[in-house]
T-cell receptor, first 109, second 113 residues
Framework: LAKTTQPISMDSYEGQEVNITCSHN???????ITWYQQFPSQGPRFIIQ???TKVTNEVASLFIPADRKSSTLSLPRVSLSDTAVYYC??????????FGAGTTVTVRA | NAGVTQTPKFRVLKTGQSMTLLCAQD?????MYWYRQDPGMGLRLIHY???????AKGEVPDGYNVSRLKKQNFLLGLESAAPSQTSVYFC????????????FGSGTRLTVV
């Protein structure tokens, strides 16, 4: 399993863009980068996945540089409801996912 | 469409008691998992199943047993509860390998006193 490193916490204000960078120096060729979001008292939910370059959906964008040793999850114009824990995972066809402590994002009014 | 349903949502046990946590999914997923979440430690895999009738140990299996007699159900058992098993338990399912497409339940908060 490729190890990931992400900040423990980040603070932001409503309307700002939040960028969370995840380091995965030992990523393998067939590893995908996946992000999950967890609200208090709920299970995690999938938000975005990518392999290289940029991926965008209605929730977030994921930026992956050419060397793939890091990735950045971008949350545009956050609101109070985006306060959650965000997990970065790097796995390749492995159903045994490992979640680290994640990044706690706190959005303030 | 219920997704993944966990019962019960809350439970308090005395040390040494036993209980079973039930996880049910209605998405016809092959893979099912049990995780526990403790403060500041993320989620840790307890046991998982890759299909009906199969089970396997995860990262922290000691003190737990599981069964997958039906494809849609995955049961987690505690034979003799200990205070160290106080945690929030999450069940998840997926239709394939890989990090994409996990669906989690809303969790069971278990306290062992």
């Amino acid at each position: 399993l490729a190890k990931t490193t992400q900040p423990i916490s980040m603070d932001s204000y409503e309307g700002q863009e939040v960028n969370i960078t995840c380091s995965h120096n030992n990523i393998a060729t067939n590893d995908y980068i996946t992000w999950y979001q967890q609200f208090p008292s709920q299970g995690p939910r999938f938000i975005i996945q990518g392999y290289k370059t940029k991926v965008t959906n209605e929730v977030a964008s994921l930026f992956i540089p050419a060397d793939r040793k890091s990735s950045t999850l971008s949350l545009p114009r956050v609101s109070l409801s985006d306060t959650a824990v965000y997990y970065c995972l790097v796995e390749a066809n492995d159903y045994k996912l490992s979640f680290g402590a994640g990044t706690t994002v706190t959005v303030r009014a | 469409n219920a997704g993944v349903t966990q019962t019960p949502k809350f439970r308090v046990l005395k040390t040494g008691q036993s209980m079973t946590l039930l996880c049910a999914q209605d998405m016809n997923h092959e893979y099912m998992y049990w995780y526990r979440q403790d403060p500041g430690m993320g989620l840790r895999l307890i046991h998982y199943s890759v299909g009906e009738g199969t089970t396997a140990k995860g990262e922290v299996p000691d003190g737990y047993n599981v069964s997958r007699l039906k494809k849609q159900n995955f049961l987690l058992g505690l034979e003799s509860a200990a205070p160290s098993q106080t945690s929030v338990y999450f069940c998840a399912s997926s239709y394939s390998q890989g990090a994409f497409g996990y669906t989690f339940g809303s969790g069971t908060r278990l306290t062992v006193v």
